[in-house]
């Protein structure tokens, strides 16, 4: 670790000196230059803007041209009345709000929504602009307030220069932070993402709404440039295209990803469009055609392979250890004449645990009269058992009796027809899955469900970073190794979730759903598939956990588990409950024997 | 009010009729092919040619249009999509793929027009004349385009229910890959409904040009209003996009006698509405 953080502080460095020089560019350099810089800061600005959200959490926007508009008609109009800064600054306010409301009416759906969404708004906002100027100020053109005309074109290059680094750091900072872990964790897979503490909703409109605001800003700057604008000006959907394409040129997983790509890409569209002015959106289509078919995932994965390459070699190496000595030295001085700070200090204490005051009383889950139909089909019928606290409590049946679905009930994946679900006495229907996660009621799925893009290290860490009682990563680590250890893991840290077996991959899923603290653990087929050995392992684990004081509930085909684990069963056909009691009784009751083997065999 | 009620059924059953392609395209073979409305252009296009350079019935510009336009869907499904589909690792990133595809192609499609078409942007008179109604007069064009996507939307419904095609298609809306695992040649039937929604919107721009102007960025409002009218339908509901299209057409002729320009807004509007009370679709199943 010391070797990375030497080479992050390096690169920190470099860049506040990068910064520095371009900043101080317009004072050597004028005409050409300054407009050239203009263009490549507006690009990588935007598409470090449209990356900051679409890029870890997949969800395509169309929509930057919008935003690019708002905050030019922002300019326009508020330029007139205030300040220049506050008229940049309200551009990113309305940016902000708008993207609040569209995300709003439409995150909450599936990515295609999004994507339909974002592709008409642009038109949308042209139309709205077009109507309100021919209906009420009855002229489409809108001149620049004599007060920002003529604004020195200097200032406008440092405007967007400080726009790209905040939008170049922001993406950076924000991609190693719990928020940004839950970016990507809705990126790779949205249902675990809830399932693991994660306010998908409210990470994924916020974020939105930030990138927006930012585009809303380097809009608004652009407009600077204009003489006037008109509708057709402001929402013109080539700057959605373009910087889609400079994203994706770079490639959206890397922070500094869509600036390597912008910085090619308006290169070549000032050649292109100087010279075959007419053809400049053909090729630009086919540039996106061969960009997804040849190179996808971007340029950024390729050079960073290149970079790691190039890092393993011996010279490199040495380079590494000289300033690895140097960080060293410095950090002696640091310790030694400057004052030590505090590292790691927690934000708040753990909430206290909750101690039942009865417990022999109020069980700890209590399901009453649960339904749930899907059409004709009632997949949950009448449903009521009570989960004892500190018990595991085995849910079988034959497929398709409504096992799963119970849990997805449980769990608020599903909400109910009707019917009441007590956790320690208080009503937890209608609760979001996150609230289900935080009220300490973790799962694991029968299809597993792991994040393929990212380690195992990384899947579990999510769990104590969200969940009930959140951490920061680093604070995170031990109690991961720990885990990661228990499910005997510690050999594929590393690897990513895609790569690992799939008895792993359960594992990553256990580990994932013990980090989040559970008091309620649902397992859901989780020892289905394993061999004789690995079983006996696994029911180990699953009677150490219940010692430990976790709840659970056990959905089973694997009677041996059930026999050996829990005190009490519950069993389920067609949605019904049709015996409960211990593992002894049900097992020989002939109506469970019935629905397992069939009327013939049950008889014989 | 009678007139403006009917004026907005004549003008929602066309649009149910430039629905109902992408309904195959988006609803069954599951591509959000966002060039859709590229080929309702190109329809416009050659129905006016038709016109002017041959002095033909525009009409007949579906001559060429139809068979061109399933041609070329085709290709693409087969050439761009089915690299895409054997490569893509889960569902969402072929979803993503697919709308980059597509949204290049939309600026391909369009610039080549802007190119070469660019000056030939026009309406033309066809079928111009008023028919009586219930003693409310609506434009013979009009009235042409609703009969058509009827038939249309009529015969795309028997097809579905009744012949082995249409059953296949069906069991591939509902899950691609049980129904490979049944014998169903999910690819190639995939092919030919996306090639047969080529066709449709090529029809429906054919058709539609008899009213409106002729430009070559056109295809983009088309091709949301045909998204917005699938989803509000329900993806894969011929019926639903039928009614979905006359009640976005209702509602849009409706609240243009108040707020002119504005025709977008309301299909948002709509939308909206939709997605936040019923997100599968008005006319969805379940």
């Known amino acids: 670790m010391v070797e990375k953080s030497s080479v992050n502080r390096l690169a920190i460095a470099a860049a506040v000196v990068g910064t520095a020089i371009l900043a101080a560019v317009p004072l050597f350099v004028a005409g050409y230059g300054i407009s050239s810089g203009i263009t490549i800061f507006a690009n990588v600005a935007l598409a470090t803007a449209w990356a900051f959200f679409s890029g870890p959490t997949r969800y395509i926007s169309l929509a930057t041209a919008s935003f690019v508009g708002i905050g030019m008609y922002t300019v326009v109009v508020a330029g007139t009345v205030v300040p220049l800064s506050i008229a940049l600054v309200l551009a990113a306010l309305i940016g902000f709000f708008i993207a609040l409301v569209v995300g709003l009416s439409t995150l909450r759906l599936s990515g295609v929504y999004f994507v ?30 004599p007060n920002l005309a003529g604004l020195d074109s200097a200032v406008i290059y440092e405007i967007l220069l400080f726009a790209m680094v905040v939008a170049l750091a922001a993406t950076w900072y924000v991609g190693r932070t719990r928020l940004g872990q839950a970016l990507r964790a809705i990126g790779e897979d949205e249902t675990v993402a809830r399932h693991t503490g994660i306010n998908t909703t409210l990470v994924k409109v916020f974020v939105f709404a930030v990138a927006s605001a930012m585009m809303a800003f380097i809009g608004g700057t652009l407009a600077l440039r204009l003489p006037y604008i008109t509708p057709s000006i402001a929402f013109n959907p080539t700057w959605s295209f373009q910087v889609l394409i400079a994203a994706l040129l770079g490639g959206p997983g890397f922070f500094w990803g869509p600036a390597v790509g912008a910085i090619p890409l308006v290169l070549l569209s000032d050649y292109f469009a100087g010279r075959f002015p007419y053809h400049f959106s053909i090729a630009l289509g086919v540039c996106f055609v061969i960009i997804v078919y040849l190179i996808p995932g971007g340029i950024a994965p390729r050079l960073a392979g290149w970079y790691r390459r190039l890092a393993a070699t011996e010279g490199a190496r040495q380079i590494r250890d000289r300033f690895a000595t140097l960080r060293h030295d410095l950090s002696l001085w640091r310790r030694t004449v400057l004052r030590p700070r505090l590292r790691g200090v927690r934000r708040k204490a753990p909430p206290a645990l909750q101690t039942g005051d009865n417990p022999a009383q109020v069980p700890l889950l209590r399901v009453t009269d649960l339904r749930k139909a899907f059409g004709g089909l009632v997949a949950v019928r009448d449903l009521s058992f009570d989960i004892p606290k500190g ?32 956790l320690n006495g208080e009503e937890i229907i209608g609760a ?15 299809l597993v469900r792991v994040l393929p893009g990212m380690t195992t290290r990384e899947n579990v860490a999510l769990g104590r970073m969200f969940g009930s009682d959140p951490v920061t990563a680093s604070a995170a680590s031990k109690e991961v190794n720990d885990l990661l250890e228990r499910v005997g893991l510690s050999g594929h840290a590393g690897q990513f979730g895609a790569q690992l077996t799939y008895i792993d991959q359960k594992r990553v899923e256990l580990a994932r759903a013990l980090a989040t603290h559970p008091q309620l653990l649902l397992l859901d087929e989780w020892l289905a598939g394993l061999n004789p050995t690995e079983l006996k392992i696994g029911i180990e684990l699953i009677r150490q956990i219940s010692r430990e004081g976790v709840t659970i509930v056990l959905v089973e085909h694997v009677m041996e588990a059930i026999r050996a684990l829990c005190q009490h069963v519950v069993v389920m056909n067609a949605g019904e409950r049709i015996a409960e009691g211990t593992p002894a009784e049900v097992l020989s009751d002939p109506r469970v024997m019935q629905v397992y083997l069939g009327e013939d065999d049950a008889a014989a | ?152 939307g009529g015969a795309l419904i028997v097809m579905l229910r009744r012949t082995r095609f249409g059953s296949a298609l069906r069991a591939i809306a509902i899950d691609p890959t049980a129904a490979g695992l049944i014998g169903i040649n999910v690819q190639q039937l995939s092919a030919l409904a996306f090639a047969l929604g080529g066709a449709l919107i090529a029809v429906s721009g054919v058709l539609v040009s008899t009213f409106t102007t002729v430009s070559a960025g056109i295809g983009i409002v088309y091709t949301l209003k045909a998204l917005i009218i699938v989803i509000v339908g329900g993806p894969g509901r011929m019926g639903g996009a039928l009614a979905a299209g006359i009640l976005l057409g209702v509602a849009e002729t409706v609240a243009l006698q108040f707020a002119s320009g504005l025709t977008l807004a309301i299909n948002y509007a709509i939308l909206i509405l939709v997605l936040l009370i019923r997100p599968t679709g008005l006319f969805a199943r379940g």
Do not use: C
């Not at chain 1, 949308?124 to 620049?144: D, G």
């Not at chain 2, 309904?23 to 050659?46: D, H, K, T, V, W």
């Not at chain 2, 579906?62 to 690299?83: D, E, H, K, M, T």
């Open chain 1, 116 to 145: 339909i969404f974002t592709f008409g708004l642009t038109e949308l906002m042209f139309q709205l602009a077009t109507w309100y100027e021919i209906s009420y100020s009855r002229r489409l053109t809108r001149f620049m307030p």
């Open chain 1, 432 to 446: 979001m899955s996150y609230q289900v996660n935080r009220a300490r009621i973790a799962r694991t799925f029968q």
């Open chain 2, 1 to 152: 009010m009678l007139e403006v009620i009917l004026n907005g059924l004549v003008l929602g059953g066309m649009y149910g009729l430039i629905a109902l392609g992408l309904n195959l395209q988006f609803g069954i073979a599951r591509m959000l092919n966002l060039s859709y409305g590229e080929f309702f252009m190109y329809g416009a296009f050659l129905a006016l040619f038709a016109l002017t350079w041959y002095q033909l019935n525009p009409l007949l510009g579906a001559v060429v249009a139809v068979p061109l336009a399933f041609a070329i869907n085709w290709l693409i499904y087969r050439y761009l999509f089915q690299p895409l589909i054997r490569r893509a690792p889960n569902r969402d990133a072929l979803d993503a793929d697919i709308v980059l595809v597509t949204f290049g192609l939309l600026f391909v499609f369009r610039g080549i027009a802007e190119v070469n078409l660019s000056g030939n942007a026009a309406g033309y008179d066809f079928l111009n004349f008023g028919v009586h109604i219930f003693g409310a007069i609506v434009p013979a064009n009009r009235l042409l385009a609703f009969a058509v996507s009827m038939v249309l």
């Open chain 1, 391 to 422: 018990s595991i409590v085995g849910l079988i049946g034959p497929n398709g009796s409504g096992k799963t679905t119970v849990l997805n009930l449980i769990t608020g994946e599903l909400v109910p027809d009707s019917g009441s679900i007590l």
